[in-house]
């Protein structure tokens, strides 16, 4: 057996009287089993600069002594002569005494091992193919120092092993179970799989769930999801080409095989990988996790983009646990970052940081320094450990020219659904009663049923009434009849249930139904009854899809480093290569996101609608691809917490019955609107009531043209179903004639009841429907449709906005019945931007031309229905937050939103916070915020009477003295103004606030849809979104944000600035004046609070079981009634949200509300 030979020239006595020229080339050798073999000699362009003369303790003139210290690599050969392994040894070679082997792979698997090359030190793992049993038999033999223990690796195959020593070592898991399915111990096979659960040994696990296979070489890992979610399964494997996961519509766990079932842990859509070099040593990368969308985020040169990340004190100890217990010092491992605490998921063994030169520098010089230390002393060698220079800690400094975003909110409205639709029906059936008792409905005297089960179990009663109804012929049955085939025939569409598009109310009636003088006769049973409504119909359409997909890419240009669509603007100069994003806009902040610096959290009320365009704005946003799904589970949390974005349509306030009947009685007058009238129904004469009220003239004759056109409508669909032609016409989103004939008739029904008077609450329903056909089954070619729509938009425009409120006064009423929690979570968003220690930093070196890196950008989005859009828009125009007369752009801005007709899908409000860090920490000046508002998508026929807003004005846009920096929202030098025209005087802006300059050239307009006039309000127009659109915006003037390359997909309305210089202070004193005026909902809201914190911790929509603490979730509240500026309040403090500053610590739980 042969020493490793030396080459030519090249081994460690070559030439060694000449001092250190020649040791430049890294001195790398292949074992040989015999010498003939020579030498296999690797060219490394290494950088000698990386390496301080000092680290090389010799010298020149001192000649070395005899031995090297033989460091071997024993892997397989692909592992071996790897890039990053490579990179790694070439530096390693730049220790004067250190030598490296590499053994040939078919050495290693041919030769016994004594005949393996000798070496002092050993490198060997394991991996695909590698007979560790050998390279273990060798390790006795020889006696070398092990960098990573050999037997340790054994149990890394086998995740049961890995997961029993975390355990043990008390590192933090996701809950889990392991199913054994082992035919000599069947007792440790235990599994019961429901509909959204498993139960595995007795442990339940509840949808979404993780499934691994014990052993760890197998990577189909599989994620199977909950049926409200939209069920199905996420199948993970090990990544083919830019593929890393799949989606599978199979729900049911697989049978063959043992596994171990963990919860699912709600991170952002990232995972972290940590890499140790030693137990004091981590670097850490985040990626993208294969959960969410399956394509894997390639850069130019086709590698997998990874961001790298700081690690937490506590996560660094983790690192620290996990090289220690397993005895690996270069082991690589997964953390999951949900709700504030490091959950580890996975431990891989040995492996390497892919191209990062920093970590290959480090990591050669932690080995070499650890061998040194081992092995120098036998050798005499003299050798002391080198001072690291990176010691010195690197202070990011912020450039302070300019605001820097803080905080986004947004509260958006769900996009474009199919029309809603509901049956009511007494029920007195046993059957009914025993359901309503099972699932707890006599607690509160109400039931909700929308699981699929549940559905189900509807329908089998449904279908078993019927049966028996077949039997006798009784009219009175009749009614009831017709009432429970259309109760059977909604819950059988589709052939299936996902729980999202279809529910079922009970409500117990201790008397049965009032009798409805209209409808029923004196044929009354009396006796209890049950009230079931049935709900069906508002599902999101692929239209509102696109819609909030779109938005959601839109929205990214608000963000430091959005509009440029030149990489340099980025701040891209770290080196982190943007791949796919390289020069895309809106990068900016998917950097911010993969980063850990972009706190974002999406929340949706309960209805599926809500929670699907929750999904598709964050597929989005952030650039994700594939099924809504699984971005739905990871991204999107459930805010049903009582009514923060949920309202109870059925319990209406006093107010708002109150309001409908006035409504009701005026809108019934068989006689034009007079004077009266107009003061009666518009007290706030907003322009764009008035002209529907203009329009409408007479309410009944009106109403009366409106019934005879629907009347012809649904003749028109019953002759077309009488024609063999168009009979199995496909409508859209898979309707036919006849669900389209069902919807209409259902409103002629209804709509005029039986003594001939019209019931006005159907309105909205008619708008709803004739909308929607108008839009999407255009090519039916149905007559009259326009008039129609013209006709019931105007009696919408009055009856939907009227419904909130008349006068100002119950506008305010009922919008706090249904806003309040939203409100006080604004203020606790807009006051907790001040992120404490806990949360995760970009790592400072990568962050140059990102500002102040240690900050992040706080984004919390709200998607909600109508009413809470209609309710918080009612708040800031009427609760008082500036005074109109006293301030020219909120006067601009509400006679603006006096004009809007309609809050359409996809309506916007969006809150942005400003730190100047120019400013006093405690002055009012240095945190600024600016509200900005969209109605959404654009109607029909809406391009000639769109109210002119005037365009999308950050403050940041407008600091034209302070010098923008790179890669932020200030740099808008790369657009190209468009060529808007000065038509007459610019309008003079009187300078009330430091922030309005009187030239607005810097000014986004984003107004592309309208002629070149109304662009030129004094602004020159730069657009907001210039790339979303699908053609250039100087071709087509109407491409808003460009949805118009999907057919029948209306664009969405730009945002318009509605004021740009509030202090956070005046917003503050604002929210906390308005929820503390109302009484009811201060109880309302104290209830809904109370239910956020209880659980100490956000809950997601699916949430881990065990208690969580709340480091990074948002319990530790600043009580809302201690004003966040107090002079003497340090800088650090302004508000600081985590348990670090003093006022905060018991204000976790008990909140103290100053009426």
């Known amino acids: 057996m042969s020493e490793p030979c030396d080459g030519p020239g090249l081994g460690p006595r070559a030439g060694e009287g000449q001092g250190r020229g020649q040791r430049d080339v890294p001195r790398f050798v292949l074992g040989c089993d015999d010498d003939e073999q020579g030498m296999c000699q690797l060219e490394a362009g290494m950088r000698n600069e990386m ?8 010298d020149e003139d001192e000649s070395p002594p005899e031995r090297q210290i033989v460091v071997g690599i024993c892997a397989m050969m692909k592992k071996s002569k790897s890039k990053p392994m490579t990179q790694i040894l070439e530096r390693l070679c730049k220790f004067d005494y250190i030598n490296v082997v590499i053994f040939p792979e078919e050495v290693i698997l041919e030769e016994p091992v004594e005949k393996w090359p000798l070496c002092d030190c050993l490198i060997s793992f394991h991996s695909k193919g590698f007979p560790l049993d050998k390279a273990v038999e060798y390790a006795k033999l020889r006696n070398p120092l092990l960098i990573n223990d050999l037997n340790m690796q054994y149990f890394i195959q086998d995740r049961r092993e890995v997961y029993r020593i975390l355990r043990e070592e008390g590192i933090d898991l996701p809950r889990y179970a392991v199913l054994n399915r082992d035919p000599d111990n069947p007792e440790e096979c235990n599994l019961v799989e429901g509909e959204d659960h498993v139960e595995v040994n007795g442990e339940v696990f509840p949808k979404p769930f993780v499934e691994k296979p014990v052993c760890a070489e197998d990577h189909n890992v599989y994620i199977y999801y909950p049926t409200s979610a939209g069920g199905g399964s996420q199948r993970l494997f090990r990544k083919i080409g830019s593929r890393s996961s799949v989606y599978s519509p199979e729900s049911s766990v697989r049978k063959t095989g043992s596994y171990i079932y963990e919860e699912f842990m709600p991170t952002d859509g990232t995972d972290v990988k940590v890499y140790t070099v030693g137990p004091d040593y981590a670097h850490a990368e985040a990626r993208k996790s294969p959960a969410l969308d399956g394509k894997v985020e390639r850069d130019s040169e086709g590698k997998e983009i990874r961001y790298p990340v700081m690690l937490t004190s506590m996560e660094k100890l983790v690192a620290r646990k996990v090289c220690l217990a397993f005895k690996q010092t270069v082991c690589g491992f997964d953390l999951l970052r949900a709700n504030g605490h ?26 070499g320094n650890m061998v040194m230390r081992e092995l120098a002393p036998q050798f005499h060698i003299p050798w002391s450990i080198p001072m690291e220079a990176e010691d010195i800690p690197i202070v990011p400094t912020t450039s302070g020219t300019m605001m820097e975003l803080r905080c986004v909110i947004a509260i958006i409205r769900h996009g474009d659904r199919t029309p809603k639709q509901k049956m009511k029906m007494e029920v007195r059936h046993p059957l009914f009663f025993e359901l309503f008792e099972k699932y707890g409905g006599y607690k509160s005297g109400k039931l909700k049923l929308k699981k699929p089960k549940q559905l189900q179990e509807v329908l089998d009663i449904a279908r078993l009434l019927l049966v028996e109804l077949g039997q006798h012929n009784d009219c009175e049955i009749e009614e009831k009849k017709s009432k429970l085939e259309q109760l059977k025939t909604v819950l059988e569409m589709y052939g299936h249930f996902s729980g999202i598009n279809r529910k079922v109310q009970l409500t117990y009636l201790r008397n049965g139904q009032p009798k409805a003088s209209s409808e029923e006769e004196d044929s009354k049973k009396d006796g209890p009854s049950l009230l079931l409504v049935l709900k069906w119909g508002g599902e999101l359409t692929p239209a509102g899809r696109v819609q909030a997909e779109e938005l959601g890419r839109a929205f990214r240009c608000m963000y430091p480093g959005g509009q440029a669509s030149n990489r340099r603007s980025l701040g891209c100069e770290s080196p982190i290569d943007f791949g796919d994003y390289a020069g895309f806009p809106g990068c900016g902040l998917l950097r911010l996101h993969s980063t850990y610096r972009h706190d974002l959290k999406i929340y949706a009320s309960d209805e599926g609608r809500v929670q699907m365009t929750a999904a598709a ?24 917490m009582n009514g923060l974005l949920d309202s109870d349509s059925d319990s209406l306030t006093d107010c708002q019955q109150k309001v409908k009947a006035r409504l009701h009685e005026i809108m019934q007058k068989d006689q034009e609107f007079t004077e009266d009238d107009y003061q009666k129904l518009a007290p706030t004469s907003s322009p764009s009531l008035v002209n529907s009220m203009k329009v409408i003239q007479n309410p009944v004759n009106t109403c009366d043209k409106v019934y ?19 009979a199995d016409l496909q409508l859209y989103h898979s309707e036919t004639l006849e669900l389209m004939l069902q919807r209409w008739s259902k409103l002629e029904r209804d709509f005029r009841m039986k003594n001939g008077r019209y019931d006005i609450s159907k309105i909205p329903d008619i708008y709803d429907c004739i909308k929607y056909d108008s839009q999407h089954n255009a090519s039916v070619g149905l007559e009259d449709t326009l008039e129609l729509f013209r006709l019931s938009r105007a009696l919408a425009d009055i009856v939907i906005p009227q419904e909130y409120g008349i006068s100002k006064a119950e506008k305010l009423d009922i919008a706090q019945a ?33 500002m102040s890196p240690g900050r992040h950008v706080r984004t919390r989005l709200y998607f909600t229905s109508e009413s809470h859009v209609h309710s918080l828009l009612s708040i800031f125009r009427y609760g008082g937050l500036l005074d109109e007369k006293k301030d020219w752009q909120w006067k601009q801005a509400m006679d603006y939103l006096s004009a809007v007709t309609e809050l359409n899908y996809m309506t916007q409000i969006v809150i942005m916070l400003y730190e100047d860090n120019d400013k006093e920490p405690s002055s009012e000046e240095r945190f600024h ?40 929202l200030e740099d808008l030098s790369q657009d190209q103004p468009d060529q808007a025209l000065l038509i007459s005087e610019p309008i003079n802006i009187q300078r009330r606030s430091p922030m309005i300059r009187n030239r607005k050239t810097g000014s986004m307009e984003v107004l592309s849809e309208t002629s070149p006039t109304q662009s030129s309000k004094g602004c020159t127009s730069h657009r907001l979104f210039p790339s979303c659109s699908r053609q250039s915006p100087e071709i087509k003037p109407a491409s808003g944000l460009g949805f118009e390359g999907c057919s029948m997909v209306p664009s969405i309305f730009p945002l318009e600035t509605l004021h740009n210089s509030l202090s956070l202070k005046q917003v503050d004193e604002f929210l906390n004046t308005v929820c503390e005026s109302s009484s009811e909902a201060h109880a309302k809201t104290m209830k809904v609070l109370s239910s956020l914190f209880d659980s100490q911790s956000q809950t997601s929509l699916y949430s881990p079981q065990q208690p969580l603490s709340s480091s990074g979730s948002e319990t530790s509240l600043r009580p809302p009634s201690q004003p966040l500026w107090h002079g003497s309040v340090p800088s650090s403090a302004v508000s600081s949200a985590g348990p670090s500053s003093p006022v905060t610590e018991s204000s976790g739980l ?4 100053s009426e």
Do not use: W
Not at 824 to 837: M, V
Not at 933 to 949: I, R, W, Y
């Open 1150 to 1153: 008990n909140f103290s509300f």
């Open 818 to 850: 249904y806003c309040v929690p939203l409100m006080k979570k604004i203020q606790l968003d807009l006051q907790r931007t001040h992120e404490d220690e806990a949360v995760n930093k970009l790592h400072p070196l990568y962050s140059r031309g990102v």
């Open 342 to 367: 490091s959950f580890v998921c996975d431990v891989n063994g040995f492996s390497f940081v892919k191209n990062s030169m920093k970590y290959y520098d480090d990591c050669a010089k932690v080995l």
């Open 51 to 58: 390496y301080r003369e000092e680290e090389m303790e010799d």
């Open 929 to 968: 915020v600016e509200l900005h508002f969209s109605p959404g998508v654009k109607g029909c026929e809406d391009e000639e009477n769109v109210p002119l807003g005037f365009g999308f004005r950050p403050a940041s846009s407008e600091n034209q003295d302070k010098k923008p920096n790179q890669g932020s």
């Open 708 to 726: 005879a056109l629907i009347q012809s409508l649904t003749s028109q669909i019953r002759k077309r179903l009488e024609d063999p032609k168009s």
């Open 617 to 640: 704005f964050a597929k989005g946003l952030l650039a994700l691809e594939g099924e809504l799904t699984p971005i739905l589970v990871q991204m999107v949390k459930s805010a049903n």
